[in-house]
């Protein structure tokens, strides 16, 4: 026996309310105690919070593809009329979506008309369908006496074509149980019901409630099976929902009331869409939104065009992966088809960015950060996780919410970024996953979201992935810029130390600059390169470097080279140094290490991650710190025994790439 739980009233009126918590309790009770029986729930996706938070409490016990979600037409308060109508056609979408399921039962729990709202669809029991329907009927038990238009829209139908049995359920006096039969089967199911009533002496054993439920249920399912009743022709068959929307067009017409039009009319075909979409393969929406309106060319940025690329080229059989973007002030996203016909040269013309298409058991991956885009669409995102879609995003680092001293760079703000951040956290921990760039990175987080209240309990999982470091499949640019021989024929004269980074307070350049200070003073004769942009609230450290005495002698600073270049002054230089105060990764250390370059770092978790005994390593704030560092690390070189980064593990982008999509592939399907 296929059983379908609709939840709508749990959805109403909210998840801790009496209604909602009993129908997760009886849920979870029939699941539990369900024998060879299938047991589904039904959510509408159109009241997507409430839909999100049941959808992650139901999956601490039922499988997600027993989750089901259809959508109905959003009912509006300024226009009863435009709501009756809406209420019709979210009518017959939900028939629809049931026949195509095929259910033996459908449980509802109905509520008291003085309980209703307009925030969603009131549904009167239908004519008979071609299942059976077992209402639970809730009536407070502090009324002063039932409501008497509590059962009146189902009273209300013609007597010929139903029967109502009303059971008193479970220990609840406030629920009654109330079991819509053909008239043929009316006889023979008053008998064989009444004598299996649910009775209260059993309350306190929920294994006996739900087999007594069922066994109801089965006789209830069974006297229909045998009954060849007279009652009107179903509006929908299962036959006809292999192709449900011609045949839900069809009957929608057939109202008796005006058809849809204007924005009713484009609010019944997103219903429609949603609750029935397009036979296709299952999709991985990979949001790229930064590199789709401005490729700001960030560490961050070439850590998303390097995984498209990757999940793009090892895409699982029978999975489409698709790039996907959205505006921080529009919601909704749309595929990024003109963005991909270009970024993976696939000579198409005429492509429309249209909106997505997503349905139950596709993948959302947040892989770009954008952090107006991601907060802006939480909304969208709990409609997503109501359909049944997964939703997972990569964290590259908590530095903002960890170190916000480093990241105050609107004077007239200056705890801005620190809010973005934070929020960012907020709203991507609401669902199923994190996928961190480092196990530094997952422990903050982890630790992180466990101080922050929680608005509902769900499983979050969070898990790590090391970024790729094969430059060449990362897209890398190419030049060289006049002057480039000069300075790569300075690094090769002398010993090189090698700094990679945008140019911030929290990147330790200032540490560095001053270090070597010390060391030029002390007659040491070595070059220091840094190479990165500049960044915030390093005006200062521009100053000196462009004024120093030692600049483009001894004393190099690169800004904005291409990959071609940074190559090269790799393999000129002899030691790279990573001073970060704070990283999420560190792709510098692995691309010293893919060119056999010696490591200098400071000691912080990540780095000791990554880099693990293939480095030399030093604390402290100070610049003779590092430069006693750099001291003890040339002593050891010229003795041949300094560490060797030359086994130091990496993996590839494609490596990155399938450890990713195994995470999103298990997402499916585990909870």
Not at 512 to 531: G, H, S, T, Y
């Amino acid at each position: 026996m296929r059983i379908v739980i609709d939840l709508a009233a749990a959805q109403l009126h909210g998840r801790s309310s009496d209604v909602g918590r009993y129908s997760l309790a009886l849920a979870r009770t029939l699941f539990t105690h369900r024998g060879t029986h299938e047991i589904f729930t039904l959510l509408d996706a159109t009241q997507s919070e409430s839909a999100h938070f049941l959808r992650h409490a139901l999956m601490r016990f039922l499988p997600p593809g027993n989750i089901l979600a259809w959508q109905s037409v959003p009912l509006t308060s300024a226009n009863p009329e435009a709501s009756c109508q809406r209420n019709q056609v979210s009518q017959l979408i939900r028939d629809a979506f049931l026949a195509k399921l095929r259910p033996d039962l459908v449980q509802e729990i109905r509520l008291a008309a003085h309980d209703n709202t307009d925030q969603a669809p009131a549904f009167a029991p239908s004519m008979q369908r071609p299942y059976a329907t077992a209402i639970l009927r809730y009536e407070p038990a502090t009324a002063a006496s039932p409501s008497p238009n509590a059962v009146s829209a189902y009273g209300a139908l013609p007597s010929a074509h139903h029967e109502e049995l009303e059971i008193a359920l479970l220990c609840d006096p406030a629920f009654k149980l109330s079991l819509d039969i053909p008239a043929a089967a009316r006889d023979e199911a008053r008998n064989d019901l009444a004598a299996m009533a649910l009775d209260r002496a059993a309350a306190s054993d929920q294994e006996a409630i739900a087999q007594r439920m069922l066994r109801t249920y089965e006789h209830l399912v069974s006297t229909m099976q045998r009954s060849e009743t007279g009652d009107p022709k179903p509006p929908f068959s299962a036959n006809d929902m292999r192709q449900p929307a011609p045949a839900l067009l069809h009957a929608i017409a057939e109202l008796e009331c005006e058809r849809p039009l204007g924005e009713d009319l484009r609010l019944t075909a997103q219903a429609i869409a949603a609750s029935f979409p397009r036979n296709v393969e299952p999709q991985i929406f990979v949001d790229i939104s930064g590199i789709v309106q401005f490729d700001a060319k960030t560490g961050v940025q070439r850590v998303t065009r390097s995984v498209l690329k990757a999940l793009y080229e090892n895409a699982p059989a029978g999975w489409r992966v698709e790039p996907v973007y959205a505006h921080a002030d529009r919601t909704g996203y749309y595929y990024a088809r003109r963005f991909a016909n270009s970024f993976f040269d696939l000579g198409l013309s005429e492509l429309d960015d249209a909106p997505i298409e997503p349905c139950a058991g596709d993948v959302f991956l947040g892989l770009d950060l954008q952090h107006d885009v991601v907060i802006g669409q939480s909304d969208y995102y709990r409609y997503l996780s109501a359909l049944g879609v997964r939703l997972y995003f990569t964290v590259h680092d908590l530095l903002p919410v960890l170190l916000p001293h480093y990241f105050r760079m609107n004077k007239a703000d200056p705890d801005m970024v620190y809010r973005l951040h934070w929020q960012w956290l907020k709203t991507i921990s609401q669902f199923d996953g994190a996928i961190c760039v480092s196990k530094a990175v997952a422990d903050e987080f982890a630790s992180w979201t466990a101080q922050q209240p929680r608005e509902q309990e769900h499983s979050l999982r969070i898990t790590w992935v090391h970024n790729g470091a094969d430059i060449t499949n990362s897209l890398p640019s190419a030049g060289m810029p006049d002057g480039a021989t000069h300075v790569l024929d300075s690094l090769r004269a002398r010993r090189s130390f090698l700094a990679v980074g945008t140019i911030e307070p929290r990147k330790g350049q200032t540490q560095i600059l001053a270090a070597f200070d010390e060391l030029w003073a002390q007659r040491q004769d070595l070059n220091l390169v840094l190479v990165g942009k500049q960044g915030w609230g390093v005006e200062a450290l521009i100053e000196r470097l462009r004024n120093h005495r030692e600049f483009n002698a001894r004393l190099f600073w690169l800004e904005g080279i291409s990959d071609e270049y940074l190559e090269k002054i790799y393999a000129a230089s002899a030691c790279l140094i990573a001073a970060s105060e704070g990283e999420g990764f560190g792709l510098p250390l692995i691309e010293a290490a893919q060119h056999k370059l010696p490591i200098i770092a400071r000691d912080i978790p990540v780095f000791r991650e990554v880099v693990g005994q293939h480095g030399l390593y030093f604390s402290g704030v100070a610049p003779s710190d590092l430069a006693e560092c750099v001291k003890t690390w040339v002593s050891l070189d010229q003795a041949g025994a300094a560490p060797k980064s030359d086994d130091m593990p990496w993996q590839t982008w494609d490596q990155s790439a399938k450890q990713i999509l195994e995470i999103l592939l298990d997402a499916r399907t585990s909870h």
